[in-house]
């Protein structure tokens, strides 16, 4: 918090450009005015990017939530697959069964 506050007491190099501008046409007020919209416009730029990086942060959260949940479902029917085939028995293959004669010859 004492960064942000620190940050906000140096004034912007183009801020301090438009009042020395200014001041030196005697326009006060219309450097005060380009100031005062040259911030609100970065406040708007930079909140609108909080924003849509804090609602993508929450969108990939649910997603990867899913994604983990659905990855220990799949792996675990994959266990249990393979657990029955080798505890079920001999399993053979046609594939795997010519394999075996060719190799025993």
Not at 1 to 10: C, D, E, K, N, T
Not at 62 to 73: K, M, P, S
């Amino acid at each position: 918090m004492g960064v942000v506050l620190g940050a906000s007491l140096v004034p912007c190099p183009g801020t301090v450009t438009i009042f020395i501008f200014t001041m030196a046409l005697g326009e006060y007020g219309v450097g005060f005015l380009a100031a005062f919209c040259m911030s609100m416009g970065m406040s708007l730029v930079i909140f609108g990017a909080a924003s849509l990086g804090r609602g993508l942060k929450k969108g990939v959260e649910r997603y990867t939530e899913r994604a983990i949940l659905l990855g220990e479902c799949l792996g675990g029917s994959r266990d249990a697959l393979f657990g029955s085939l080798t505890f079920g028995g001999d399993v053979e293959t046609p594939v795997l069964t010519s394999a075996i004669e060719s190799v025993s010859r």
